[in-house]
C-alpha cells in the first residue's frame, strides 16, 4: 500500500505563491505518474496537474496553466506543486494522488488514480 501525504498550504493574498508537497510512503514500487487535485466547499473535485513518471510529460487544467508548476523527485517520493500569481478562485483544499505501479502516463481521470493523501488547505484571501 501507498500512503501519500501533502504539506505546505497555507493563508497567501491574491498574487503570492505557494509550495505543495506530497510524500510518498509504504510500499512505494516505481514507474507510476501523479497528480494534484483540488475541491472547494460545495463543488466537484476538479483536476489541476499531473506529471508521468518520468517527469517530462505535464498536464494542466486551463485555469492555471502558466501560473502553477508540478514536478516530482523521485529518489525522494516526493512530488511537488509550485503555485504562483494565486487567486481568490485557487482557494481549495488540495489532494495529491498517484496512480499504480506501472501506470506512467499522465491523465486528468480522477478515477484513474489509486492512491489519495488526506489533502491540504489553501486559502488566498483578495
Known amino acids: 500500500q501507498v500512503q501519500l501525504v501533502e504539506s505546505g498550504g497555507g493563508l497567501v493574498q491574491a498574487g503570492g505563491s505557494l509550495r505543495l508537497s506530497c510524500a510518498a510512503s509504504?510500499?512505494?514500487?516505481?514507474?507510476?505518474?501523479k497528480g494534484w487535485f483540488r475541491q472547494a466547499p460545495g463543488k466537484e473535485r476538479e483536476f489541476v496537474a499531473a506529471?508521468?513518471?518520468?517527469?517530462?510529460?505535464?498536464r494542466y487544467a486551463d485555469s492555471v496553466k502558466d501560473r502553477f508548476t508540478i514536478s516530482r523527485d523521485n529518489a525522494k517520493n516526493v512530488l511537488y506543486l509550485q503555485m504562483n500569481s494565486l487567486k481568490p478562485e485557487d482557494t481549495a483544499v488540495y489532494y495529491c494522488?498517484?496512480?499504480?505501479?506501472?501506470?506512467?502516463?499522465?491523465?486528468?481521470?480522477?478515477?484513474?488514480?489509486?492512491?489519495w493523501g488526506q489533502g491540504t488547505q489553501v486559502t488566498v484571501s483578495s
Open positions: 494522488a498517484s496512480r499504480r505501479s506501472g501506470e506512467v502516463t499522465v491523465t486528468d481521470a480522477s478515477n484513474l488514480y489509486a492512491y
Open positions: 509504504g510500499r512505494t514500487f516505481s514507474f507510476y505518474s
Open positions: 506529471i508521468s513518471w518520468g517527469g517530462s510529460n505535464t
